[in-house]
């Protein structure tokens, strides 16, 4: 059981990781322009995408822990069909989210609050990178639908991938072009969208015969389609509360003045190197969990359970006194 969990969540551990290392690069980057505006524009610009893109994370655990009830059930029907409602479902909040991206700024930006110049730094930013939304979502879908399948390697690849693809555009635009805040919005909107290729063609590549099902065009299900919504109901809720905590603490924070959001998006950083860390768990947890209810498996469930709760406690207590 151990090698199970550590085979699906070292590769997740290590590119959960990654996430937080591009967000304290990017926040460097912006910390040596020597204005706190850029800092402060980043950290409300963020704040926006994690209620846009963490809201709908239920295409990521939700595609997970179902496609791995269909796996382990060894039902490739169900399995193509759970791709086709994530997919579906991802094209139309894309869609709706396009259409209505400036009274989601407006909103947005007044809720949070900040100084003048901060907020219309945040807007350029957020114009920029709205655009990358259905590669955002269409990532999510794909991460979440391979660690379903027990595959935790491609997910890794993509992470790693986009990430470092989007320092390499950050360090260009800024240095290279002299661009500020807008320059890492760029570069996130370029390697979203090259990341989402990618992961497509892995897709295509590992699993063709689920390629060629979905190609050849799925038939649509109400029934199904509607298990999907009511399964993700909840995991939106319970994202959405936890997005409301760091947002008020952003808000709270840029109403202090620019230096104290600077600096607190700086702090920040390191609570999520441990949240995505940790994670790593997590997903093991949603492939794992998923397979062995599928398959009807109790036993190995109770176990799987009872092991992951354990590896969590274990990597929360090295976090606690590195941190202390």
Not at 62 to 76: E, L, P, V, W, Y
Not at 80 to 87: E, M, P, R, T, V
Not at 217 to 229: C, N, S, V
Not at 272 to 283: E, K, L, P, V, W
């Amino acid at each position: 059981m151990n090698k199970e969990i550590l085979r699906l969540a070292i590769p997740n551990i290590i590119s959960n990781i990654s996430v937080p290392m591009l967000s304290i690069v990017d926040t460097f980057l912006m910390g040596q322009l020597g204005n706190p505006l850029y800092l402060g524009a980043i950290a409300i610009g963020g704040t926006l995408f994690n209620f846009l893109f963490w809201g709908l994370g239920f295409l990521r655990m939700g595609t997970t822990g179902m496609t791995a009830q269909a796996f382990g059930k060894k039902d490739k029907e169900e399995i193509s069909g759970i791709l086709f409602n994530a997919i579906l479902f991802a094209a139309f909040a894309s869609i709706i989210i396009l259409i209505f991206q400036s009274p989601i700024r407006n909103i947005g930006l007044k809720l949070i609050g900040g100084s003048d110049e901060v907020l219309n730094l945040s807007a350029i930013y957020y114009n920029i990178r709205i655009w990358g939304t259905p590669a955002a979502l269409g990532m999510m879908i794909f991460n979440g639908w391979f660690l379903g399948m027990q595959n935790a390697k491609w997910p890794l690849l993509i992470t790693v991938f986009v990430n470092v693809g989007n320092i390499v555009f950050n360090c260009v635009f800024i240095y290279g072009f002299e661009m500020k805040s807008e320059g890492v919005a760029y570069g996130t909107l370029i390697a979203q969208y090259l990341g989402f290729f990618l992961a497509f063609g892995l897709f295509v590549f590992s699993f063709k015969n689920y390629a060629k099902e979905l190609f050849k065009g799925w038939k649509f299900r109400a029934d199904q389609f509607l298990h999907f919504l009511n399964v993700n109901r909840d995991i939106f809720i319970r994202t959405m509360c936890m997005i409301f905590v760091f947002s008020f603490f952003t808000s709270v924070s840029s109403r202090m003045g620019d230096i104290p959001l600077a600096g607190n998006q700086i702090l920040l950083q390191f609570l999520f190197i441990i949240s995505y860390a940790i994670d790593g768990f997590a997903y093991a947890g949603e492939s794992i969990v998923g397979k062995y209810t599928g398959a009807k498996n109790f036993s190995g469930l109770k176990k799987a359970v009872k092991y992951l709760f354990a590896w969590g406690f274990g990597f929360s207590i090295i976090f606690a006194i590195f941190f202390y």
